[in-house]
C-alpha cells in the first residue's frame, strides 16, 4: 500500500514536499514514480527514481524544480517541488512499477498506486 500525503495550498514560487510511504510490504526493489492529474487532463509523469541505484528520471517541465528521493530505512520516497506555478496545481499521485531496468513514463507500466493528495497553486 502506497500512501501519498504532504499536498496543500501554495502561492506561486511557493515549495510543497510530498511523501510517499509504503505500508504492507516492501518496494526495496521497485521503481517509483510520481504522477499528477489536472482537472479534464490526462494522468502525466512527473519524475521517478530507481530504488537502490538512485538513477532518476524528470519530465522536462519539472526538470530543475523538482527533486525526487527516496529513503529506504522508512521506505519513503519524496518530491521537493519548488518554484511552482498555477500550472503544477494537480492531484499528485505515487506508484511502483516493478521495472527494474529504467524509470518508465506511462502510467500502465507501474503496478501499485497511492491515493492522490491535491496540491493548489495560486497566482
Known amino acids: 500500500q502506497l500512501q501519498a500525503s504532504g499536498g496543500g495550498l501554495v502561492q506561486a514560487g511557493g515549495s510543497l514536499r510530498l511523501s510517499c510511504a509504503a505500508s504492507?510490504?516492501?518496494?526495496?526493489?521497485?521503481?517509483m514514480g510520481w504522477f499528477r492529474q489536472a482537472p479534464g487532463k490526462e494522468r502525466e509523469f512527473v519524475a521517478g527514481?530507481?530504488?537502490?541505484?538512485?538513477?532518476?528520471r524528470y519530465a522536462s517541465s519539472m526538470k530543475g524544480r523538482f527533486t525526487v528521493s527516496g529513503d529506504n530505512a522508512k521506505n519513503t520516497v519524496y518530491l521537493q517541488m519548488n518554484s511552482l506555478k498555477p500550472e503544477d496545481t494537480a492531484v499528485y499521485y505515487c506508484?511502483?512499477?516493478?521495472?527494474?531496468?529504467?524509470?518508465?513514463?506511462?502510467?500502465?507500466?507501474?503496478?501499485?498506486w497511492g491515493q492522490g493528495t491535491l496540491v493548489t497553486v495560486s497566482s
Open positions: 527514481i530507481k530504488r537502490g541505484g538512485g538513477v532518476t
Open positions: 504492507g510490504r516492501t518496494f526495496s526493489g521497485y521503481t
Open positions: 506508484a511502483a512499477s516493478q521495472r527494474s531496468d529504467w524509470v518508465p513514463a506511462a502510467p500502465n507500466e507501474y503496478d501499485y
